[in-house]
């Protein structure tokens, strides 16, 4: 949906104006024990072609350096809502040298014309102080349509006793009794639950940031975690020659496999669940958020490896040193690479790409670090899975297929269910680690909507 669009359907504010997670150098560290830490923001806003205006933070990067406008899924104030009353954001960590202080940002109409913002901090209780009115904070009707202005800025400081923590790393569903873990949101987005609000909930949003909703499937925990790689326009992950672009394989498969282990009676939640982004951090973390057995990140590989008479199906694990594999992500990773290799030699006439160190190994940084995020973020035992070269032709051609969604899914549950019910080892063991510094995972990310 356009810009315009959006700002003329919200009748309601701004919606989730600035979710976002602002990382920004210390204007004013602590002097003493009783000394306040403290971080300079300012918001930034723009008209829209066809009426409305789109906001965005920044937070000060030292000298006379903002740093980059952050840009929200949602954030559009329509012309035609109330004059004069506030529409609010969902809350946003705002980082200091101390920790973290809580905000969210206001805006309005205003009589004469024009949209007015505010920034409001979190008090005590979770209750949240009055608005900080930046000297410079109106913004005309008449401005040049596109153009960014800016307000003046305002610190944000952390009291010496903050009054709550609400700490993202926490395990959800701890804090009051009845708490989910999790939930589904209304749009069917999975989220890790921070806390009740009222009759809503704190979550962790797809991007990291904090926002409430109203209500959602909950989920009370789960014993897998599928993780479909990738995602998000910018990350669509390796395109074959037929134009299968994995990011949507990816998911396809993952959706697959979730209904084979429901007809299992294998509970099993998908860290995404459309083609938006979620960061890496928040995609790993939710295993852990959910208390799963494991979490299994879903991949097609490139580029293409040696012509090979046999898949070169890859399944990456957990190190515990440089030297030791973590024992139950070997496990599960034997019992993939034995299910799925077996599973896909059944079909006749593919022309297989494989590396010659394939089957289950480590990847490792040159620090001796596990290489892959999500790999070495997750506390609970995890695995990469690499089912094939989408960039061979002739593997593209049956990853495009129903029946290899199918046979594929299906020995991946196979697997899964064995590590969870017997103690199979696998096969497919790597003793030597491939030493490989991969590409960073994309840091941008824009909302979804959740509700």
Not at 61 to 80: I, K
Request: hydrophobic share 40%; proline share 7%; charged share 20%.
């Amino acid at each position: 949906m356009s810009a315009p669009t959006r700002a003329r359907r919200s009748h309601h504010l701004l919606a989730a104006v600035a979710i976002m997670l602002i990382s920004a150098v210390v204007g004013a560290i602590c002097s003493s024990a009783g000394a306040q830490s403290e971080v300079q923001v300012r918001i930034a806003a723009r008209r829209v072609a066809g009426g409305g205006t789109e906001v965005a933070v920044q937070p000060h990067e030292g000298g006379s350096h903002w740093g980059d406008r952050v840009l929200p899924a949602e954030r559009f104030l329509s012309d035609d809502v109330e004059i004069g009353r506030w529409r609010y954001s969902s809350p946003v960590a705002v980082q200091t040298l101390a920790g973290e202080q809580w905000v969210r940002i206001a805006a309005r109409r205003v009589a004469a014309g024009g949209t007015e913002v505010a920034l409001q901090q979190l008090g005590e209780g979770i209750g949240w102080g009055s608005r900080m009115l930046p000297t410079r904070r109106f913004l005309s009707d008449d401005v040049e349509i596109g153009r960014w202005r800016s307000s003046s800025p305002l610190t944000v400081s952390l009291p010496p006793d903050p009054p709550l923590s609400l700490d993202i790393g926490e395990p959800p569903g701890n804090a009051e009794e009845g708490t989910p873990r999790g939930l589904i949101t209304p749009r069917g987005v999975p989220v890790a639950v921070l806390e009740r609000v009222g009759s809503g909930y704190l979550v962790r949003t797809p991007c990291g940031n904090i926002a409430e909703v109203s209500a959602g499937q909950p989920i009370n925990g789960a014993q897998i975690v599928i993780d479909p790689g990738h995602g998000g326009w910018w990350d669509t992950g390796a395109v074959g020659p037929n134009g299968l672009v994995e990011r949507e394989l990816n998911l396809t498969l993952s959706r697959a496999i979730q209904e084979e282990l429901a007809a299992r009676d294998i509970s099993a939640v998908l860290a995404r669940t459309g083609s938006y982004g979620s960061l890496l951090s928040v995609r790993a973390a939710l295993a852990d958020d959910l208390g799963a057995d494991a979490i299994i990140s879903i991949h097609h590989n490139a580029p293409t490896g040696r012509r090979s008479s046999m898949p070169g199906t890859e399944v990456y694990v957990q190190s515990t040193s440089r030297s030791e594999p973590q024992a139950d992500s070997a496990r599960l990773g034997g019992l993939l690479y034995e299910e799925i290799t077996a599973a896909l030699s059944g079909f006749p006439d593919i022309q297989w790409g494989r590396h010659g160190d394939a089957g289950v190994l480590r990847v490792l940084l040159p620090d001796g670090r596990d290489a892959y995020g999500m790999i070495r973020r997750p506390n609970v035992p995890a695995v990469l899975i690499e089912y094939g070269f989408l960039s061979n032709p002739s593997e593209a051609a049956l990853f495009a297929t129903d029946g290899y969604i199918s046979v594929a899914a299906k020995a991946t549950a196979d697997a899964i269910e064995a590590y969870l019910t017997t103690d199979r080892l696998g096969t497919g063991f790597i003793s030597r680690p491939r030493v490989f510094d991969p590409a960073r995972a994309p840091s941008r990310c824009e909302e979804v909507t959740l509700e």
